[in-house]
């Protein structure tokens, strides 16, 4: 690929075998070095789904960095190795960190897929690459991205590598929500989801391939039915998570019926539903008992609290948080999917602190928040606008204006790299609770600040 200092990477050039990491494998087999690579991340408390295939998208250039989970596993492993001894390309030449001009303004980095932003760019570029098949032939949208179409592409059906690609697309798109928040990337990622569909309406060559493709396109199709939640496009998400219901339950696929009904409870919750909330979150927990992942129903009873706090039912939702608190002290296991990497204890006390703050324990909810806050990982900006957020809007509500100020103030900060309708909505809701204490320490200040806060844009 190309270095971001210069043009974005040529789709046409072939990835370089990574020999390094081939080397440090030995004469252990993928699968065996996989067994250890989950083995240490459950040491240092991470989570990866690691398996012979990435074990050879890795040997094979596919995967030129690792996503900082990875990271942190494989530092772990070879002490004193950095990730260029292991044969991995610097994350800014990647993710195309290091060039960005520095009079280009921040906004123009929120726009996912502008040629000045090459971190974001790059998630289409490496996951719908020229030669996928019928991606390019039938998904015309992905021509605005800088992918060349190819109309005889459309004589080709799908394999391994187009498979692959929308997996790849799922994972990165992820990671740019993580940091960025999701107004700048819904319209966006829309497309390459058109472009997964449009592959399954062609037809693999073979059923382990056609398997992979839909359970990729459901999970993208998850992940940009969070984007338009996030960006507070409820009817969008309901349709999006409805389309990865529906190809869950084509191909008997229970992971991802449960990842739908997951995101299906907590969309019912914030828009207002909390007895349909409760009902996902049961048809989820259902959906992935025979799965074996402690931690996935951990999360799913938060998504059926979350709605019995909706309900005003204490009971319901203290024995559902018990479950879950429960559940999560069991730990990982392997049969926890890939898209729970952003489940930890940071999470957990952040669901929580939202269930005690729908319940009007405004106290409870803002211990939980300020833990929720501290505890998570700094490359999760999103999560800690978020879970900060959600602290002033407790400590405002609760009677302690000058601390609602302060939190609100630091998430003010974030927004700068951060675009969240739902984060900015929820601001908004404290700025309306401190406007009496306009005399209290910093609440001024906040209130003036968030008054010259933008709106969130929609696209």
Same mark, same amino acid.
């Given at each position: 690929m190309a270095s971001s200092t210069d043009t974005p990477a040529q789709p046409?050039?072939?990835? /370089?075998?990574? =020999?390094?990491? @081939?080397?440090? @494998? &030995?004469?252990?087999?993928?699968?065996?070095?996989?067994?250890?690579? /989950?083995? *240490? *991340? /459950?040491?240092? &408390?991470? $989570?990866? #789904?690691?398996?012979?295939?990435?074990?050879? /998208?890795?040997e094979a250039g596919e995967i030129r960095c690792p996503n900082y989970a990875y990271e942190r596993v494989f530092l772990h492993m070879f002490p004193g190795r950095t990730l260029a001894d292991l044969g991995f390309a610097p994350r800014s030449a990647v993710r195309g960190r290091g060039a960005r001009p520095a009079a280009v303004p921040v906004a123009a980095y929120e726009h996912p897929y502008d040629p000045l932003n090459h971190e974001e760019s790059d998630v289409l570029r490496r996951a719908f690459m020229t030669g996928t098949g019928a991606t390019v032939a039938a998904a015309a949208t992905l021509g605005p991205l800088g992918i060349a179409t190819d109309a005889s592409a459309a004589a080709r059906r799908p394999g391994t590598s187009e498979a692959a690609a929308v997996e790849e697309a799922v994972r990165r798109i992820r990671l740019l929500d993580d940091k960025h928040g999701a107004d700048g990337l819904y319209r966006r990622a829309a497309e390459p989801l058109r472009a997964a569909y449009a592959l399954l309406d062609a037809g693999a060559t073979r059923q382990t391939t056609a398997e992979r493709l839909h359970s990729g396109a459901g999970e993208l199709a998850i992940s940009v039915g969070w984007l338009a939640?996030? #960006?507070? @496009?409820?009817?969008? *998400?309901? #349709?999006?998570?409805?389309?990865?219901?529906? =190809?869950?339950?084509? =191909? &008997?696929?229970? &992971?991802?019926?449960?990842?739908?009904?997951?995101? =299906?409870?907590?969309? *019912? $919750?914030d828009a207002g539903r909390p007895r349909e909330a409760v009902r996902a979150a049961q048809a989820a927990q259902r959906a992935a008992r025979p799965l074996g992942s402690p931690r996935l129903m951990s999360l799913l009873a938060l998504r059926e609290a979350g709605g019995w706090a909706g309900l005003a039912d204490r009971t319901g939702c203290e024995q559902a948080l018990v479950r879950a608190q429960a559940l999560f002290g069991r730990g990982t296991s392997e049969a926890d999917p890939e898209w729970m990497s952003f489940y930890g204890e940071a999470e957990l006390a952040g669901l929580e602190a939202q269930c005690w703050s729908t319940l009007g324990d405004w106290r409870r909810a803002a211990r939980h928040a300020r833990r929720a806050a501290r505890l998570q990982d700094p490359h999760f900006s999103r999560n800690i606008a978020l879970y900060t957020a959600e602290l002033a809007d407790d400590l405002a509500r609760d009677g302690y204006p000058d601390e609602a100020a302060s939190a609100g103030l630091r998430v003010l900060d974030l927004l700068a790299q951060v675009q969240s309708s739902r984060i900015q909505t929820m601001l908004a809701g404290t700025a309306r609770v401190l406007l009496p204490h306009r005399r209290a320490s910093g609440v001024a200040d906040f209130l003036d600040r968030h008054a010259s806060l933008p709106r969130p844009r929609r696209g």
């Open positions: 046409d050039r072939p990835p /370089r075998p990574n =020999t390094a990491f @081939r080397q440090v @494998r &030995g004469r252990r087999s993928p699968a065996e070095f996989a067994a250890l690579v /989950r083995r *240490a *991340a /459950r040491e240092i &408390g991470e $989570r990866v #789904s690691c398996d012979a295939r990435y074990i050879g /998208r890795v939640h996030d #960006s507070g @496009r409820f009817d969008d *998400a309901r #349709s999006h998570y409805a389309e990865a219901l529906a =190809t869950a339950r084509m =191909t &008997g696929d229970a &992971g991802l019926e449960a990842h739908a009904f997951c995101n =299906t409870a907590f969309l *019912a $919750r």
